[in-house]
């Protein structure tokens, strides 16, 4: 099984601008704030008249349209997705998102590569900052990654091949390279 970093295309322009987050620092929950966090939040916006909502938002949380949580249902069942609605008081809009609480999974690779291993990962993937250990992801499908600062989105194939069938806009993949 093939897995994949998803993350929102930066290529964007003119995407939806949070009223009171002026960076891109970003705040991160997972499965075990669900208790610390409100099952629906406001965040209130700035749109302009060509402002766009890419099916996920990176900052400043880690967000993803109703639509995609969908799909992500489809697959985990047992995720847990809080509401965010984003508001822009002016235009008098809103549109509806979910925050998902994800697993973090300790599935670092920290052994030596192969001279065969570490060749393929570096022609396929030269940026690469890390491989996972595919043993101890034991088939999950969406998570993120135990012991490193990014808080990057892994998700399966199958998952993956999903979302693209489904035209979601804003997304990008990046396969992973798993050991």
Do not use: W
């Amino acid at each position: 099984m093939k897995y994949y970093k998803i993350s929102e295309d930066k290529r964007i322009h003119n995407r939806v601008v949070f009223r009171d987050f002026k960076t891109n620092e970003t705040a991160e929950f997972h499965t075990e704030d669900a208790d610390t966090v409100n099952d629906s939040t406001v965040l209130y916006t700035e749109e302009n008249e060509n402002c766009v909502y890419p099916e996920i938002i990176e900052a400043p949380l880690f967000m993803v349209s109703d639509e995609l949580s969908k799909v992500l249902l489809m697959y985990q069942p047992s995720i847990i997705l809080k509401t965010v609605v984003f508001f822009d008081k002016v235009k008098n809009t809103q549109k509806r998102y979910k925050l998902p609480l994800l697993e973090r999974v300790e599935c670092l690779y920290e052994g030596e590569l192969t001279p065969e291993q570490e060749k393929a990962a570096l022609l396929d993937f030269p940026k690469k900052k890390y491989f996972l250990h595919k043993d101890k992801i034991k088939h999950k499908k969406i998570f993120k990654i135990k012991g490193i600062p990014e808080m990057d989105v892994i998700v399966s194939m199958d998952v993956a091949e999903s979302l693209i069938r489904r035209g979601v806009y804003g997304v990008r993949f990046q396969e992973v390279t798993l050991i």
